[in-house]
Nanobody
Framework: QVQLVESGGGLVQAGGSLRLSCAAS????????MAWFRQAPGKEREFVAA????????HYADSVKGRFSISRDNAKNAVNLQMISLKSEDTAVYYC??????????????????WGQGTQVTVSS
C-alpha cells in the first residue's frame, strides 16, 4: 500500500508564499502520477496540479497557473507544491494524491487511488 503525508500548511497573508510537501511511502513518486487537490469549506474537491509518472510532465488548474509549481524530489520520495502570490481564494485543505500511470485523466480525483489526510492552507486578506 501507499501512504502519503502532507505538511507545510499554515496561515499566510495574501500575496505571500507557502510550500507544501507530500512524503510518500510504499511506492516511488517517480513511478506514480502525483497530484494536489484542494477543498474549501462547502465546496467540491478541485484539481490543483499534477506531475506525471516517469515523464514529469506538469499540469495545472487555470486558477493557479503561473502561481503554483509542482515538483518531484526523487531522493526524498516526495512531491512539493510551491505556492506564491497567494489569494484568499486559495484557502482550503490541500490533499496529496497518487495513482499508477494507467490513465491520462490526471485532473479527476476519482482516478487517484491513494490520498493523504490533507493540510490546511489559510490565506488572510
Amino acid at each position: 500500500q501507499v501512504q502519503l503525508v502532507e505538511s507545510g500548511g499554515g496561515l499566510v497573508q495574501a500575496g505571500g508564499s507557502l510550500r507544501l510537501s507530500c512524503a510518500a511511502s510504499g511506492r516511488t513518486v517517480s513511478s506514480s502520477t502525483m497530484a494536489w487537490f484542494r477543498q474549501a469549506p462547502g465546496k467540491e474537491r478541485e484539481f490543483v496540479a499534477a506531475i506525471r509518472a516517469w515523464s514529469g510532465d506538469r499540469h495545472y488548474a487555470d486558477s493557479v497557473k503561473g502561481r503554483f509549481s509542482i515538483s518531484r524530489d526523487n531522493a526524498k520520495n516526495a512531491v512539493n507544491l510551491q505556492m506564491i502570490s497567494l489569494k484568499s481564494e486559495d484557502t482550503a485543505v490541500y490533499y496529496c494524491a497518487a495513482k499508477p500511470p494507467l490513465s491520462s485523466m490526471v485532473t479527476m480525483s476519482r482516478e487517484y487511488d491513494y490520498w493523504g489526510q490533507g493540510t490546511q492552507v489559510t490565506v488572510s486578506s
